[in-house]
């Protein structure tokens, strides 16, 4: 959580994001059993008084919003 509010503090919450691949990692942090602890990353972040929008924005939303902005752009070359 430290290292998230790192980066917040570095280049805004706007470009933030957590993934969720689990695949082939040797270790998880301390509690965790396996990807379903997930959740844990926003308990932290409501605890340290996040909003609900910047939870969500970190949780997925910016990286649904970079990606739909790629694909807007993709599809507008022309290329089908």
Known sequence: ??????????????YVGIG???DGLDCLPEGWKDC????KIAEYLDK???TTLD???IMGQNFLR???LFQKTF?????F
């Open 36 to 39: 379903m602890d997930h959740i």
């Open 48 to 50: 340290r008084g996040y």
């Open 66 to 68: 970079v990606l739909s």
């Open 20 to 22: 969720s691949d689990y």
């Open 75 to 79: 599809y507008s070359c022309h290329f």
């Open 55 to 57: 939870i969500e924005k």
């Open 1 to 14: 959580i430290d290292h998230i509010e790192y980066v917040i503090n570095l280049i805004g919450i706007d």
